[in-house]
């Protein structure tokens, strides 16, 4: 059982560039979400999904676009990086509306920006 | 809005000790709590949930946590730690409006000592 894939493990990325971190679930959960996460800050939630075709904005949301086109994939985009990006993403899945409310999390993308 | 604060960013302890990890919470309704754990370079997982019912919640790994809502803490315990406890702790709340939004607090750095 894979669970959350994310791709790539970890990216060194120039300021200006465009990128998109990947994540795939395979346990057909409606529900996704991606947060980066930052020393001291925890976990933010930059954009979540509650089923496919539709979107939202999280807490920090500036500077990312995701899209849901289908149940199983959720990619997060940064179309112009910026060094305060530089990060780690997690993607997370969910079962929204059955009440159980627990999210499972992919293994991370470090993304450095410079 | 709700929020969760992690009073202490590090807990050094050492090994068979008892420890307790502090966690407290705002929020105008009604809450699920959550703590998860995440080990080095490792994505998160859950440790334990509290929905409803009693207020002494058991998870993996010998953990409970105790939900006081007069206090609003949600706090962590272990009777004796061991070195593989060595991990990031985080805190987590979901009021019941806000469907499976998950907010953070800052997490806590287990430190295990042999």
């Known amino acids: 059982i894979a669970g959350i894939t994310q791709a790539p493990t970890s990216q060194i990325l120039a300021a200006g560039r465009r990128m998109t971190l990947r994540c795939t679930q395979d346990?057909?959960?409606?529900?996704m979400y991606w947060y980066r996460q930052d020393l001291g800050l925890g976990l933010r939630l930059i954009h979540y999904s509650n089923t496919a075709g539709t979107t939202g904005k999280g807490e920090v949301p500036d500077g990312y676009s995701v899209s849901r086109a289908n149940t199983d994939d959720f990619p997060l985009t940064l179309a112009s990086a910026v060094p305060s990006q530089t990060s780690v993403y997690f993607c997370?899945?969910?079962?929204f509306g059955l009440g159980t409310y627990e999210q499972y999390f992919g293994p991370g993308t470090r993304l450095t920006v410079t | 809005a709700q929020s969760v604060t992690q009073l202490d960013s590090q807990v050094p302890v050492f090994e068979e000790a008892p420890v307790e990890l502090r966690c407290n919470y705002s929020s105008s309704v009604s809450v699920y709590l959550f703590w998860y754990v995440q080990y080095p370079n490792q994505g998160l997982q859950l440790l334990l949930k509290y929905l409803s019912g009693s207020t002494l919640v058991k998870g993996i790994n010998g953990f409970e946590a105790e939900f006081n809502k007069s206090q609003t803490s949600f706090h962590l315990r272990k009777p004796s730690v061991h070195i593989s406890d060595t991990a990031e702790y985080f805190c987590a709340v979901s009021d019941l409006n806000a469907g499976n939004m998950l907010t953070f607090g800052g997490g806590t750095r287990l430190m295990v000592k042999p």
């Open positions: 346990m057909r959960h409606n529900a």
């Open positions: 997370a899945s969910s079962e």
